[in-house]
Every structure is written in structure tokens, then in C-alpha cells.
């Protein structure tokens, strides 16, 4: 039994339909909203809270690979402190029910203890995965292409693609969520010893004028990438609605990105790339949104 943390995500619903072509698979849910259409496609279906040991020990019962990762918890009053609680938990359910392998969800920066943000949650998790004494891959994400889809719409109404990177034409990994699901499932079927570190980067690096060419193109319209300075980046994210604390935090991530200190270690860790390309990833996202 291979289970599946975060199916209803953005990575964990690529893994387990990926996992399900050839292997059982158990979906592990926070609520049964989407329980039947789980069970239609072959899954087992378990519940449980991953800041709960005894739950989640229940969900891994029988299972031999595990494919973990934190639930964003933007609105947390301290989302450090809930990614700590969430590896503790995920460690002793794992220890528990006697899994043989995980693969961790994690990401580029995650080796730095300071200076990354939001990314400290991954750092945290990395090193209390590292206590298991089973083989563990922390797959390190670069930064999500879906970060983008924020701020499709504004590009389809106004031509302007808003980038917290800079400077705009300075390339940096990106990679798809489903990329990421896809890598994931791969690593989940291999055999190894020890911890591995996956670095994962997309099809080729972009930048943000990169970006914004590929929107244009979908969009059939004129679209130029604007930096935001730093002194709008609390006012922006406050917009979307997160709280004072979570906007310092990204904004602090976002300074790592631009300074060149969030980076992939490439040092001990093997390279992995994705297929999609920022091309397919707009023309997809212009449709899914009904931006034309």
C-alpha cells in the first residue's frame, strides 16, 4: 500500500492518480468531502489530522511508502511552530506503523537555517525526517509555477504581469505542481538507502519577462513584467488577505530569492527536471481561468 498525504492538492492528487495506474493507493483526507470520488478511482480512503500521531498511525497501517508534506498554514499564527508539530507527528506515526520509505516534499533553500522565510517550514521538516532511520527522499521543489496564477487575471485585464522577483530579466528555476506530483510518484517506486536530496528544477529556468511572454501569448494580447518595489510587497499580500505576520515572512523569502541566497545546494544532491514548459503552464492556466 503506497499512501498519499495531501491528495486534494495540488501535488498530492498527481501522485495518487499517478500511484493508482499500477499500485494501491490510500488517500489519506482531513474530511470525507471528497471521499467518494477518491473510492470511484480504486483509492482507499483514510482520515486524519497530521498534527494527530494516533490518527495518522491508523492511515499508515499496511503501508510501505509514504508521500508527505506540510499543509500550508498561511493564516497560522505561527506557521514554524505548526510545521514543527506536523513533523513531530508525521515521524512518530511513521515509526509507528512500520513504513519503509518516504518522500518528503520540500524545496529549494531548504538547507539554509536563516534568511528564507516561509521556507524555514521545509527546513524544519528536513531535519526531524532526518531522525528516521528508514530511506527518505526530501524532494526539493523549485519555486511553483501556480505561484503565478494570482496574478493571471490582472494580466489578462490590464497587460502588466506584477513580480515580486527581481531584477525581471534574471532567470530562476521554476517547475509545475504536476511536474512535481510526477517526480514524487517516480521516487516513491525506487529503491534506495539513506536520505536522498532531489533537487527538482522545470523544463528550463525563466524569468519574469519570460513569464510575462508566455501570458501574452496565451492571452493574445500585449502583457510587460512590473517589479513591485519592497516598500508595496505588505500592502499586496495583505491584499490576498494573509495576515502581518505572514506577509513579513514572504517578503523575507522573496528577498532570499532576489539576493541569489535561496538557490538549490547542488552539492551531494541529485538534479531532476520537469516537462512543462512556462508556455504550456500559461496557455493552461489562461483556460482553466477563462481569461479569453
Not at 212 to 228: D, E, H, I, M, T
Not at 281 to 286: I, K
Amino acid at each position: 500500500m503506497f499512501v498519499v498525504f495531501g491528495a486534494t492538492g495540488q501535488t498530492g492528487s498527481v501522485v495518487a492518480d499517478i500511484l493508482l495506474e499500477k499500485l494501491p493507493v490510500r488517500v489519506v483526507l482531513r474530511s470525507d468531502k471528497n471521499a467518494d470520488a477518491w473510492r470511484a478511482k480504486g483509492a482507499d480512503v483514510a482520515f486524519a489530522d497530521v498534527t494527530d500521531a494516533i490518527s495518522m498511525t491508523k492511515a499508515l497501517n499496511g503501508a510501505i511508502a509514504v508521500y508527505a508534506m506540510n499543509p500550508p498554514a498561511y493564516h497560522a499564527a505561527d506557521m514554524f511552530t505548526v510545521a514543527k508539530n506536523i513533523g513531530a507527528a508525521y515521524v512518530e506515526a511513521i515509526m509507528r506503523s512500520g513504513v519503509q520509505k518516504v518522500v518528503l516534499l520540500s524545496s529549494v533553500g531548504s538547507q539554509h537555517a536563516t534568511g528564507t522565510g516561509n521556507i524555514l517550514t521545509t527546513y524544519f521538516l528536513e531535519n526531524i525526517f532526518g531522525d528516521l532511520a528508514i530511506p527518505v527522499v526530501f524532494l526539493r521543489a523549485a519555486g511553483f509555477m501556480e505561484n503565478w496564477n494570482s496574478v493571471a487575471a490582472i494580466a489578462a485585464k490590464k497587460g502588466i504581469l506584477p513580480s515580486f522577483y527581481s531584477p525581471l530579466d534574471r532567470k530562476l528555476p521554476m517547475v509545475s505542481a504536476a511536474d512535481i506530483g510526477r517526480a514524487a510518484a517516480e521516487a516513491l517506486t525506487e529503491n534506495w538507502t539513506g536520505k536522498r536530496i532531489i533537487e527538482l528544477h522545470g523544463a528550463l529556468d525563466y524569468s519574469p519577462n519570460n513569464v510575462a511572454a508566455a501570458f501574452a501569448a496565451a492571452l493574445k494580447r500585449n502583457v510587460q513584467a512590473v517589479a513591485l518595489s519592497e516598500s508595496e510587497w505588505q500592502a499586496t499580500i495583505a491584499g490576498f488577505g494573509f495576515s502581518p505576520a505572514f506577509s513579513n515572512s514572504y517578503s523575507e523569502m522573496m528577498r532570499g530569492f532576489n539576493s541569489g541566497h535561496i538557490v538549490f545546494e547542488n552539492n551531494g544532491t541529485e538534479t531532476r527536471k520537469g516537462q512543462t514548459t512556462i508556455e504550456a503552464f500559461a496557455a493552461n492556466t489562461v483556460k482553466a481561468q477563462n481569461l479569453i
